[in-house]
């Protein structure tokens, strides 16, 4: 792992916060004298910093493995040992794990991130600067999809935009406006050889990095029924219980596209029924949910985009799992 330079952890934090001399110097420590288990010091870089003239034992993480839950107990064991507060500093940290230690009120900053930093009163939302400088505008359902496709299953890089329509169903011409759209929002780059253009993605975490500005819930709205429409891919717990231990918790939701559901319904009334007795759960999306399918399941990166506000930590663990198998976090 590249660890960000010390002398850059109080430059970023100054220039975060527009306050000059925030921080102060940085000191080691000879960790090795005080009574703390080999694990920790085995984790973690620690040295002493002074932020807002209170004195902290910056954590700096020295591997990408955080298990997040063990958080506390380690903040505890070198909060006991220095009789300091501590500060985890982390190259990058999830979601659910970024939850975890604000509810706790853990101190950590994150590498062009997230600061928190309770005990100064200093909570900021802190981006990378290519995200700064780029003006982010809502991508269209098509361009999503490319981009999703890829993601989940890695087998658009080097593509030519005829094989993009043949893929997608689409017309050249469409696919060519994809390509183009996903280009003017530095998604993809073109290599061209001879008279053909082959689409280059980033790599898997650096695209889902930089797609993380443009993420969509596809969800347009779920109707609740006892009718059985016989359509559509598994989505929602019923899906996620099939990619983890999580259950269904009973309703059998589906995953419906748009078009799909207004052909299927035309002239037709579906017969609403109320959450807690319906037997099924129909989500309109904004695209396609079966040319992303795995089988009958809706797509591991959709599935995610449909449930990551759902604030329970179990769904919450569920999603963070499901991204370690895409290979992103």
Request: aromatic share 10%; proline share 3%.
């Amino acid at each position: 792992m590249v660890y960000m330079e010390q002398i850059d952890f109080r430059n970023y934090l100054n220039d975060l916060t527009g306050i000059p001399n925030l921080t102060g110097s940085l000191k080691g420590i000879q960790a090795e004298r005080v009574n703390l288990p080999k694990l920790i010091l085995n984790r973690y870089d620690l040295k002493q910093i002074e932020i807002m003239n209170k004195e902290f034992i910056l954590a700096q993480t020295k591997n990408a493995d955080i298990e997040v839950k063990k958080l506390t107990t380690h903040e505890k064991l070198i909060r006991k040992a220095f009789k300091k507060p501590v500060i985890f500093f982390f190259n990058e940290l999830g979601h659910y794990q970024a939850k975890h230690l604000t509810s706790h009120r853990i101190n950590f900053v994150v590498n062009q991130g997230d600061v928190f930093l309770p005990e100064v009163l200093l909570i900021l939302n802190g981006y990378k600067k290519e995200e700064m400088n780029r003006e982010v505008v809502k991508l269209t359902n098509w361009a999503m999809m490319v981009l999703i496709y890829q993601l989940n299953y890695k087998t658009l890089q080097n593509k030519k935009i005829t094989d993009l329509a043949l893929i997608f169903k689409c017309t050249k011409m469409q696919a060519s406006r994809i390509v183009d759209e996903l280009k003017a929002a530095k998604l993809v780059e073109l290599n061209q050889k001879g008279t053909y253009k082959y689409i280059q993605f980033p790599k898997t975490q650096d695209l889902w990095n930089s797609l993380k500005p443009f993420f969509q819930n596809p969800i347009i709205k779920r109707i609740y029924t006892d009718e059985n429409l016989a359509t559509g891919k598994l989505a929602g717990y019923t899906a996620l219980d099939r990619y983890s231990m999580l259950h269904d918790g009973g309703i059998k939701t589906k995953a419906v596209y748009k078009k799909k559901f207004a052909e299927m319904t035309k002239g037709k009334e579906v017969k609403a029924t109320p959450k807690e007795f319906a037997k099924y759960c129909f989500e309109i999306w904004n695209w396609d949910p079966q040319v992303l399918a795995k089988k009958d399941v809706v797509d591991p990166v959709s599935l995610y985009l449909s449930m990551r506000d759902y604030t329970d930590d179990r769904t919450q663990i569920a999603l963070d799992d499901l991204l370690k198998e895409i290979g992103v976090k």
